[in-house]
């Protein structure tokens, strides 16, 4: 690996820690946390790794849209998905936080005319989503988490 060349151990370790402090402040706040997210919807999203087994925690923006919470495969407008993302494909029950709750549900991913609508109502809120899909030329995935 030349020193030009992103050690991607070193990225993995420092989203990682950044991750951790987000969950950190979720939970001693009630799911309000600040810096990038002050006002947002958040919540966390334990999903099993596809490989590994181990439950994996991931702190993400929502959309509580007539009850029906979703959450966005975005990864910024990188073009892969995120960890999670493949995660929750291999196994789609999940757990989430929101807020003092905690709750299991299982993990749909819309199909792509139900995901426009989702993401655009998404992107109209928090224009960022918006700028995270004209980086990239995949379609983030929009995903329903269905309470059991």
Do not use: C
Not at 62 to 78: C, W
Not at 127 to 135: E, H, R, V
Request: charged residues 25%; negative net charge; proline residues 5%.
């Amino acid at each position: 690996m030349s020193d030009q060349e992103p050690d991607n151990r070193s990225a993995v370790r420092a989203t990682n820690d950044w991750n951790a402090k987000i969950i950190e402040e979720f939970r001693a706040n009630e799911g309000k946390v600040g810096g990038n997210f002050e006002g947002a919807p958040v919540l966390l999203l334990h999903t099993t790794g596809a490989r590994s087994g181990t439950e994996r925690v991931n702190p993400m923006m929502y959309l509580n849209e007539d009850n029906r919470i979703y959450v966005f495969a975005s990864k910024a407008g990188a073009e892969t998905h995120p960890d999670w993302f493949h995660n929750l494909r291999a196994n789609p029950r999940v757990s989430v936080e929101l807020g003092t709750e905690h709750y299991e549900a299982t993990a749909v991913i819309l199909d792509e005319e139900e995901r426009s609508r989702v993401y655009a109502e998404q992107a109209t809120r928090f224009p960022g989503f918006a700028d995270y899909q004209s980086k990239t030329t995949r379609v983030i995935p929009v995903v329903e988490l269905v309470r059991h």
